[in-house]
């Protein structure tokens, strides 16, 4: 019998800007996977939706607002990792209000699709990169 883990429940964004870009952020020093680069969101909290938890976590994190309308769901990533088991739907967003800045990672980058694969990210994240290349 398979050993049962506690779920996480996080939600990320692929934003995608008017050249194809996906922005991508660099996981900061003193958290888990730290310098992996991965879709900017975050958990959601108990009670909220996960566009409810992307509205804020992108505020929070990038400094930008994000309307439900302009969340458009796209593919999930499912990923057993030794303590917990991550379950993590993935939006693309192509409208927000702001400009986008790195209040909460080391660093971000606006990278196209096929040269995603170039940075490395949290194995939960790996598979969500091919969707993007051949379907944005």
Not at 8 to 32: E, M, N, S
């Amino acid at each position: 019998m398979a050993e049962t883990k506690p779920m996480l429940f996080v939600a990320a964004a692929a934003l995608i800007d008017t050249d194809g870009r996906v922005l991508i952020c660099k996981r900061p020093q003193g958290k888990q996977l730290a310098g992996l680069w991965e879709f900017p969101g975050g958990k959601v909290e108990p009670g909220e939706s996960p566009e409810q938890c992307l509205i804020r976590e992108l505020d929070e994190e990038l400094g930008i607002q994000v309307s439900h309308a302009c969340l458009a769901p796209f593919v999930f990533a499912s990923h057993a990792y030794e303590k917990f088991h991550l379950m993590m739907p993935l939006y693309l967003c192509r409208r927000w209000e702001g400009f986008v800045t790195a209040k909460e990672h080391d660093a971000i980058a606006w990278v196209k699709p096929a040269q995603l694969t170039d940075y490395p990210m949290p194995p939960a994240d790996e598979p969500l990169v091919a969707w993007l290349r051949d379907l944005i």
